[in-house]
C-alpha cells in the first residue's frame, strides 16, 4: 500500500470515528432532570451535549445552560420544557418538535412564573414558541423562533404574554407563526425584534404603559395592531411590506394616548388605520416625524376619529395619500401644529418666500373618490380615464366639487428630515443576488443554445405555397 493510501485510509477511519462519536444516541430528558434533582437552588447547569427526547418540566430555580450543542425534542407531544418556578433561566437551547394540537396549544417553552429568562435559544417545529401565563418581570432575548408548517389560520404565537407585566422582549427573530401578542400584560419593553411571514407582527389587547422601538415588521399581514390599549409609544419601527386582506403597518382600535413617531412606513396596504383613537373625549393622538410611503393608502381612518396631532409627516406616492372609511371627513383632527403641517407628493402650491411652507393649503377635493365611497362598485375605474372625466368636470364645475376630506393648513414643500431606523432586511440580500445570478446564468445559456443551435434552411415564399399542396 503506498504513503498515499494509508493517509487516506486513516482519515477514513479517523472520519468515521468522529462521526460516530458525534452523533451519539438521543437520551431522556431524564438524564437532564436527573441533573436538575441532584443541583442546589440557584447553581448553573451545563448541559453534555447531545439530543434529548420527551417533555421536561423545571420547578427549581436553576439556569440551564445548553451552549448551543443541544436540543430537546418534544417528539411531537405537547409542550417540550414547562416552568414552574421563577428565577429559572434557559440558555443555548434547540427546542423543536411540539404538539400540535389546537385545545391543548402546546408551545416550546411554557412559564406559570416568573421572572425567568429565555435567551439564545433557537425554537423549530413549535406550534406556540414562548408563552408566559404569567411570568412578570421576564427576559426573552436573543431567540430564534419557526412555527409549524401550517396555514395561517392554524398556527400558534410565536410569543404570548398573559397578566405578565414589566418584561423584555429583546432582539428576537420570529418567522411563520400567528402573533406575536400581549394580553393584559403593562409596561413591557418590546425592542429590536424582527417578525416576517406572520399573522400580527406584534398585537396588543388591553395592554398599557409600552414602549416599541427599533423592531422590523416585514412581510406579515399586519405589522402591529393595537385593541383597547393606552399609552403606547411606537419609535423608530421599520413597518414594511405588510399587505395581508387587513395589510396595515399599524393599526389604532379605541385606543387612548398613542404616539407614532419617527416610523418608516412603507409598501404596506394601509400605511396607519386608526378606528376610533383616540377613544376617550379627552385623550389625543400623536402622528409625527413618520416617513409614510408607497402604500397603497397612507392613512385609513374612520370618520369618527379625532383630537389625533398628524404633522411633520412625509406623505410620499401613496396611491391614496389620506381617506376615510365610508364616508365623512376629518376635520376633527389636526394635520398641522405649531405652522408645521406636512409633506404631500401630491401637493400643487408653491412657496415664493422659501421658507419651505406652501402658500395656500392641501385640501385635496376629488368627485370621483366621493362617489367610489358611496359606490365601492367604482373601483374598477380607478386611475381610469373615467375617473379623470370625472374629476375634471368638478374642476370646470365647482358647484359639483366635494367638500375636502381634510385640510393641512401649513404644508411643507420639501421633504422633512426623518431620523429613521433603517431596516437591515436580514436575509433579503442573498435572495436578490441569487436571482440576479440566476437570471445572468439564464440569459448567458440560452444565449449560447442559440448561437449554437442547427440553422435552419430558408424557404421562399413558392416553396412553402407548393409543399402545402403535397
Known sequence: MSVIQTIAALCVLFAAAFGAQAQQSPQSVDEISRLIELADPGSTIVLPAGVYEGNLRIDKSVVLDGQGVVTIDGLGKGTVIELGAGDITLR???????????????????????????????????????????????????????????????RGDGVRLWWSDDCIIVDNVIDGVRDMVFWYSENLTITRNHVRNSRYGLHFMYSHGTTLKNNELTANSVGVYLMYSNEIH?????????????GYGVGLKDCDAITVENNALLANRVGIYIDNSPSSVDSYGLIIDNKIAFNEIGLLATPIT?????????????????????????????????????????????????????DFPHAPRSLFRSLLAREPNLQIFLHSPAQQAVDLTARAFPDLSPEPIFVDASPLTRPPELDLFVSSQRGSRVPMIGFAVGLLLVSGVGGWVIAHQPRLPVVSDSDLSQRAFV
Open 234 to 246: 411606537l419609535i423608530h419601527n421599520s413597518i414594511v411590506n405588510n399587505r395581508g386582506t387587513s
Open 306 to 358: 379625532h383630537d389625533n396631532v398628524i404633522s411633520h409627516n412625509a406623505f410620499v406616492e401613496n396611491e391614496e395619500q389620506v381617506t376615510v372609511h365610508g364616508r365623512g371627513q376629518l376635520m376633527l383632527n389636526e394635520f398641522s401644529a405649531d405652522g408645521v403641517g406636512n409633506f404631500w407628493s401630491n401637493y400643487s402650491g408653491f412657496d415664493q418666500d422659501g421658507d419651505g411652507i406652501g
Open 92 to 154: 443555548g437551547l434547540t427546542i423543536r418538535g411540539s404538539g400540535s394540537t389546537v385545545d391543548q396549544e402546546p408551545a416550546g417553552v411554557r412559564a406559570f412564573a416568573g421572572p425567568v429568562i429565555i435567551e439564545h435559544n433557537r425554537f423549530e417545529d413549535v406550534y406556540f414558541g414562548i408563552d408566559l401565563r404569567p411570568a412578570p418581570e421576564s427576559i426573552i432575548r436573543n431567540n430564534t423562533i419557526v412555527g409549524k408548517a401550517l396555514g395561517p389560520g392554524r
